[in-house]
Every structure is written in C-alpha cells, then in structure tokens.
C-alpha cells in the first residue's frame, strides 16, 4: 500500500488525531458514495491490507475428508 502523506505519529495524541481523521474521512466517503463500496477501498482508507485470498485449489476437499472415520 502506497502513502501519500509519510507521518508517524509519536504519540498517543497524534495516533488518535490519525485515527480519527481517518474513520472521519472514511464515514464523509460511505455517507455520499451512490453505489457500493469495495472491500479494497475500506482498507485503504482505514489504512490495513487485506490478507490475500486463497484459492480454491489451496483449500482442502470436504467431500474427500471421512470425518467419523478416527483411525
């Protein structure tokens, strides 16, 4: 994720300023959005990644998987 503002805040104080402006900003953002709001947005905004999504080839079977079976 890109910034375009590099500031770290040094304190308590200047970390809630941060915080608030963002959720301030994100809250202006969804009351006029017309439409739908992406995931990737609000992460953005919020300013957190998002974790990557896995695959369906990464993810186990259930029909495979005999779940009464404990040998």
């Known amino acids: ?23 301030e900003a994100f809250a202006n ?3 006029h959005e017309k439409y739908s709001i992406s995931k990737e947005m609000c992460a953005a905004m919020l300013g957190f990644e998002l974790p990557e999504e896995q695959t369906e080839e990464d993810e186990p079977d259930d029909v495979e998987i005999n779940w009464f ?3």
């Open 1 to 23: 994720m890109s910034k375009y503002i590099d500031f770290t805040p040094e304190t308590a104080s200047e970390e809630y300023a941060l915080l608030a402006g963002r959720v």
């Open 29 to 31: 953002y969804v009351v």
């Open 69 to 71: 079976d404990k040998d």
